[in-house]
């Protein structure tokens, strides 16, 4: 009997064990659905299936060497993967259609760059613009590359499967309804709720867990390289993180601007110190909606810790916290620390509309917030 070892976190084996015992008894469903948190390892896992399922290894599989194996692990190998794009790369030409010498992009040069960068850090977050999107033309590319499969086991990675527009949700449930032979999906999700029940229910369900603290860090360490420093991957990092390795990547570049903002946002609001907040505000410069989103997750973050605080539990972002001083505001109970957390989530969603400007929104946050209470 045939051996598979798929790689990967300890907080995630129970899942890949079910994985394993599907593949060694040769019951591998044709479709598979992988949902989670963002940054958790959904596309990393999805890619050491691929190897599984295309690798020809007579005893140990993924055995990372065949010509299976290297094809799953080829970025140049386009058709195995479908990834959100933004419209102007969506339409481009493909490279049948492209004039002899011409220097121009095709829609495969812009699927290879998207890959290359999955495989180079699969647990990233921020790879595919917040506008991209799986249109049914890329969808119908996939399904006629078919035809050029031949003999061998073809598998095809649905890339945040959740960006499919109706279209293309409606052109990929056909195909599912009649998957070709030697063929199988894996999609990837961190909002499975957005994609068709019918999608859903066509493929099989595999939720993936967040890692441990440790584990994050460990990770973390891993994908920065041999010249990372420990120290740069902070316990308020790994807070922020929730289990995300691809978070506290992020956060490592970004965290503590972040931070140092959130914790200065809380104490000029409390001191009604409208002027310097504002003008923080905008050196931050977060005129886009992902930006300030990514900062009022990190306020809603310490907002929670300061209600740890006030109750003696454990901290998150312990530093962070530590920069607000919340005792010397003594009327600041934890209902009022509940209140402003709400008032935050709430300016999150009115973000993510995009009928008001972010800055606007920030604005208008730290005048609200605390309102009664300073």
């Not at 049948?96 to 699927?111: E, L």
Request: aromatic content about 6%.
């Amino acid at each position: 009997m045939i051996e598979y070892r798929l790689k990967g976190p300890v907080s995630q084996e129970r899942q890949r064990i079910r994985l394993m015992a599907s593949l060694r008894e040769n019951r591998f469903p044709q479709a598979i659905l992988i949902d989670g948190p963002v940054g958790i390892g959904k596309k990393a896992l999805a890619i050491e299936i691929a190897k599984a399922l295309q690798c020809s290894d007579p005893n140990m599989r993924p055995c990372g060497h065949c010509f299976g194996c290297k094809m799953a692990a080829d970025a140049g190998v386009t058709d195995n993967w479908v990834v959100p794009m933004e419209s102007k790369e969506a339409h481009a030409k493909s490279a049948d259609d492209v004039s002899a010498g011409s220097s121009a992009k095709t829609v495969q040069d812009f699927k290879q760059a998207y890959i290359e960068e999955i495989f180079k850090n699969p647990y990233r977050i921020d790879i595919f613009d917040a506008g991209a999107e799986i249109s049914v033309g890329l969808v119908r590319s996939m399904i006629s590359a078919f035809a050029l499969k031949g003999d061998r086991v073809r598998v095809v990675i649905v890339a945040e499967a959740d960006r499919m527009n109706d279209s293309a949700s409606n052109a990929f449930l056909k195909t599912l309804e009649e998957v070709p032979p030697n063929t199988y999906f894996i999609l990837t999700t961190s909002s499975r709720e957005k994609m068709l029940q019918t999608i859903r229910s066509r493929c099989l369900a595999l939720h993936l867990l967040p890692l441990s603290d440790d584990e994050v860090r460990s990770e973390t360490l891993r994908m920065l390289g041999e010249d990372a420093d420990a120290d740069d991957v902070t316990d308020d990092i790994v807070g922020l993180s929730v289990g995300s390795p691809g978070k506290a990547l992020y956060y490592v570049e970004n965290g503590k601007k972040w931070c140092e903002l959130a914790a200065a946002f809380v104490k000029k609001s409390l001191l009604a110190d409208y002027y310097d907040l504002f003008q923080d505000l905008a050196e931050a410069g977060m005129e886009e909606a992902a930006d300030a989103n990514r900062f009022l997750e990190v306020l809603s973050f310490l907002l929670s810790d300061l209600m740890r605080s006030r109750s003696g539990a454990r901290l998150r972002i312990p530093a962070t916290t530590a920069l607000v001083n919340i005792d010397a505001f003594p009327r600041i109970d934890h209902s009022a620390l509940e209140l402003a957390l709400n008032t935050v989530q709430e300016t999150m969603s009115r973000v993510a509309s995009r009928r008001t400007a972010p800055p606007m929104l920030l604005q208008s946050l730290a005048i609200k917030l605390f309102e009664g209470y300073k």
